[in-house]
Nanobody
């Protein structure tokens, strides 16, 4: 059974930083692509960042230069380092593990950026 658990969210002032973590189990982690998504109140879930099994990364334009996605295959972890946070980054952040047949999602972690 695949389990995905996010952590690291919280309340931070604008301009601050947070690092989100995502732990996955029950899947061959090193061969999986994964990503971070977010959903703000009243809005659709949107893509934030992704990383391939070969460590190729891509980002939403809104976070380029501020967020960095990375992975540690030895620990089955994927991270999202967020810097220069803005109030519009406030959302629930979800980790997505792309398995061979389906995606696996965590329960989300709340990030709130105050102005």
């Amino acid at each position: 059974q695949v389990q995905v658990v996010e952590s690291g969210g919280g309340l931070v002032q604008a301009g601050g930083s947070l690092r989100l973590s995502c732990a996955a189990s029950g899947i061959i982690f090193s061969s999986a692509a994964m990503g971070w998504y977010r959903q703000a109140p009243g809005k659709q879930r949107e893509f934030v960042a992704g990383i391939s099994s070969g460590d190729r990364t891509n980002y939403a334009n809104s976070v380029k230069g501020r967020f960095t996605i990375s992975r540690d295959n030895a620990k089955n972890m994927v991270y999202l380092q967020m810097s220069s946070l803005k109030p519009e980054d406030t959302a629930v952040y979800y980790c997505d593990i792309i398995g061979p047949r389906r995606d696996y999602w965590g329960q989300g972690t709340q990030v709130t950026v105050s102005s």
